[in-house]
């Protein structure tokens, strides 16, 4: 009996040795794995990152160059001549000239407008902001010998009050002013010549 428990202790001896051996070859391989399998999700991670980083790099210049066709494609506005054949005097002619310089340097600064129609409250409005300027300058001592001219006509600014001031227009020359604005609503304005030139 005394031999018999021996040997099953050397055979168990032996066993747990196996065991604890291929215990820890699993172990190890297991170990292995991970890591390996870490490490790929490092450079899969980094790989990732570089891709994003590289598309936003695109994403970001595909807009840039976008925004610059857009830019290139943007409508420039259209000149419009004012004949200054229904024109009589000299003070006239000086009026309209000095209306076409302050209203293309209003439009350099603000940018091509679409005329605009002129008719219902925006025409009350402005006829109203015209008297009382008319009421204003004769009260001040310096009336107007002519009409009190919005500079830029309101069918361009939009408004009753002329961002660019009043302009004492004697005759005709308020209504040839603006009178080359009527057959064009909706047409966006960059500036004005006379006679087919650049005002004087």
Do not use: C
């Amino acid at each position: 009996a005394g031999l018999g428990a021996v040997g099953r202790a050397a055979r168990n001896s032996t066993a747990g040795q196996a065991v604890r051996s291929t215990a820890g070859r699993a172990a190890s391989a297991l170990t292995g794995a991970v890591a390996k399998t870490g490490r790929a999700l490092a450079n899969g991670a980094r790989a990732s990152g570089a891709k994003v980083a590289q598309a936003a790099r695109g994403m970001g210049k595909g807009v840039a160059d976008l925004a610059k066709r857009v830019a290139g494609r943007a409508p420039k506005g259209e000149v419009v001549d004012i004949p200054t054949t229904k024109l009589v005097t000299q003070a006239e002619k000086d009026a309209l000239n000095e209306y076409v310089k302050r209203t293309n340097a209003w439009l350099a600064a603000n940018g091509p407008k679409a005329i605009q129609s002129t008719q219902g409250q925006l025409s009350r409005e402005s006829s109203a902001a015209a008297r009382a300027e008319r009421l204003r300058a004769r009260r001040a001592g310096t009336p107007y010998t002519g009409q009190a001219g919005h500079v830029p006509d309101s069918a361009i600014s939009g408004t009753a009050q002329p961002p660019a001031g009043w302009l004492d227009m004697p005759g005709k020359s308020n209504s040839v002013a603006g009178g080359v604005l009527g057959s064009r609503i909706g047409v966006l304005l960059r500036g004005f010549t006379i006679d087919g030139g650049p005002p004087l």
